[in-house]
């Protein structure tokens, strides 16, 4: 025995930690309080403290108002221990005889940590008036060594804390010792407690107290086949003690056993001392059974660890869904942003190409670019007046993703006010923080300020740096090709320059590059002048690269776009942060921890160790003789 259960002792005490710990990473969650479950007051207040190296009994006297359990309580004590009430309500407090030298190598405050321990120095404490739970305790050399007896509050009292204090017994107890009378063995809250007991498959000695000897020997059987059979309890031992005020005082009570059940040529005149019986209690037996029937109610799938974990998996599962629903790619994806301007793009991509140059290459293009503006100011001048003034590209585009903006922080607001209508207990709290009006009003005004101040076209110029970069960086070849290709370029530009402007195709020349550039997605030769900025680069270039033109226009509109792609995703970005910094605070980093909690290294520990546990139960099962009631 002593094998399994430091065997048991091991598991249940890893099973302790790692709930702890899953209780602690949980606590998104809003799970309810452990010491609020059954269960884990099982395991706190009965497990942790009695599954040590050497074990022990706790056997507890319990029962209803007013039916002689301290008078019991006394005769098991051999003195009287307990002050005897007449009136009702009487123990309002636990008290427990303990053997000598029983506190040398046990802590009472481990195995009933929910009292507050007061050693025994006078019995009348016991029924005296306080919140407080105490618990008086007394050695006792009349007790055997491995055994602890209490004597316990009223389980039907009218006082709610009473029910408390009972229940804590109970939970701590191997061995309750029933004392039932005609009046209270079909009492509705006496039968309510027996039946947690029963629950939990407690060691049960039933004792009729207050019987009108012989005549209700016909009648006991019927009193205890009904308690029997609504509680789920199978009595180790019953005992009948007789209405005797005189005896009960001097501790002198006969108590004479009954076999369970009804044996009908047992002895019923020989009488019998409780103690001595119940420290001769098959001792190994009651205490693997009480620990099979604490496991079972610890994994329980109603009411145990594993009902908790189900609440887990289903709280957490409110945070995969509201995750999966606020997702990023939803709520700021770049199907409704605003492309960044061609023409502007197309610019600083020149721009980033002139810097590239060096030398005699880089002097002419400068040259006749210049010549080029100038030449072309004047048409500039009188397009602008016969149109008007031209707002800047870059105002148009921030115009643009304004209202992207303002589309997307309006899909974020239906998405949280549909998840707030949905009854989402779990996550309300947060939503009806986020949906504050005043809070809606001042992230639309941040936002705005923080768009109004954005230097936007910074913002493109840093993005066409960085994709030219990752052009060179990943295709060398064809970066050398239009180095190549700008070097041709500005050999021939001086020429081509004054043949073009000759035939009438100066100015309007370099408006149909401009607007070849415009479109982007040309062929190769319109996309190689716009890239190595070479307005003459486009008379000349269809002879120079016609081999393998479809591939290399086919690459660079893929590199065009993806440096529109890389724009959006930069400003989407931005919104994000935004977002995250005026709005989401901690909330969406705290909706992918509480969604990934079943999936986390403490909740999977907790499953295997309960594996485990129901494992040790099925051992427990072939070691213990007699099956509770329930069976």
């Not at 065997?7 to 790692?18: K, N, T």
């Not at 004479?256 to 047992?266: A, E, F, T």
């Not at 029937?293 to 599962?317: K, T, V, Y």
Request: aromatic share 10%; hydrophobic share 40%; charged share 25%.
């Amino acid at each position: 025995m002593n094998e399994l259960f430091q065997e048991s002792s091991a598991v249940v005490r890893q099973l302790s930690d790692a709930i702890q710990t899953l209780d602690r990473s949980a606590s998104l969650l809003k799970l309810p309080e452990l010491r609020s479950l059954e269960w884990h007051e099982t395991l706190r207040q009965k497990l942790l403290p009695q599954l040590g190296e050497q074990s022990f009994l706790v056997a507890a006297v319990v029962g209803g108002t007013n039916i002689g359990k301290s008078v019991i309580f006394n005769h098991l004590a051999r003195f009287s221990a307990s002050e005897v009430c007449p009136l009702a309500s009487g123990t309002k407090h636990a008290t427990c005889l303990v053997p000598p030298g029983f506190t040398e190598d046990f802590s009472l405050s481990e195995i009933f940590s929910d009292f507050r321990l007061e050693e025994w120095s006078d019995a009348s404490k016991a029924v005296m008036e306080s919140e407080e739970h105490y618990l008086f305790w007394k050695q006792s050399d009349q007790t055997p060594e491995n055994l602890l007896i209490l004597d316990t509050p009223d389980v039907d009292s009218d006082a709610p804390v009473n029910w408390d204090r009972a229940d804590m017994i109970r939970r701590s107890a191997d061995v309750l010792i029933a004392v039932l009378t005609q009046q209270k063995y079909n009492d509705a809250a006496v039968k309510k407690f027996f039946r947690k007991a029963g629950a939990e498959d407690k060691a049960i000695l039933v004792v009729f107290n207050q019987c009108d000897l012989p005549d209700d020997e016909e009648y006991w059987p019927l009193w205890l086949e009904k308690f029997c059979s609504e509680t789920d309890i199978l009595p180790e031992y019953v005992y009948l003690a007789p209405r005797d005020k005189q005896a009960a005082a001097e501790n002198r009570l006969p108590f004479y056993p009954r076999s369970w059940p009804v044996d009908p040529n047992q002895d019923k005149e020989q009488a019998h001392s409780l103690m001595q019986d119940l420290s001769q209690l098959h001792f190994a037996d009651i205490k693997l059974r009480s620990l099979r029937g604490s496991l079972r109610s610890l994994l329980d799938q109603e009411f145990g660890i594993p009902a908790w974990l189900n609440d887990i998996r289903r709280r957490s599962g409110v945070y995969q869904s509201a995750t999966a629903h606020l997702g990023d790619d939803q709520l700021a994806g770049s199907d409704h942003w605003p492309p960044a301007p061609n023409g502007l793009v197309v610019d600083l991509i020149r721009e980033w190409w002139r810097e590239q140059r060096e030398g005699w290459s880089r002097s002419v293009h400068d040259f006749y670019n210049a010549v080029g503006k100038g030449v072309m100011w004047p048409y500039r001048k009188a397009r602008e007046s016969l149109s008007g003034p031209q707002e800047l590209p870059i105002e148009l585009y921030r115009q643009k993703e304004w209202s992207a903006i303002l589309e997307t922080v309006k899909r974020v607001f239906d998405r949280l006010e549909f998840m707030s209508e949905t009854d989402n207990k779990v996550l309300s709290e947060r939503l009806k923080s986020l949906l504050d009006g005043k809070s809606r009003s001042d992230l639309f005004r941040l936002l705005e300020n923080a768009h109004t101040a954005l230097d936007l076209e910074q913002e493109l110029k840093e993005t066409v740096a960085s994709e030219m970069h990752r052009f060179q960086e990943q295709s060398p070849n064809s970066y050398q090709f239009f180095k190549r290709i700008d070097q041709i370029s500005a050999a021939v530009r001086p020429a081509t320059s004054v043949a073009l402007f000759m035939v009438g195709f100066g100015p309007a020349g370099d408006a149909a590059a401009q607007a070849m550039a415009h479109s982007a997605f040309g062929s190769v030769v319109h996309v190689a002048g716009d890239v190595v900025g070479g307005t003459a680069a486009a008379a000349v270039g269809e002879t120079a690269v016609s081999s393998g033109a479809s591939s290399l226009s086919a690459n660079l509109e893929a590199r065009f776009r993806a440096l529109h792609a890389a724009f959006v995703a930069r400003r989407v970005t931005w919104l994000l942060e935004q977002l995250q910094e005026h709005l989401w605070g901690s909330f969406l980093e705290d909706l992918q921890t509480g969604a990934g909690i079943c999936q986390s290294e403490e909740f999977l520990d907790v499953e295997e160790l309960v594996r485990k546990l129901q494992r040790t139960i099925e051992t427990l099962e072939e070691h213990t003789s007699r099956p509770s009631a329930a069976e």
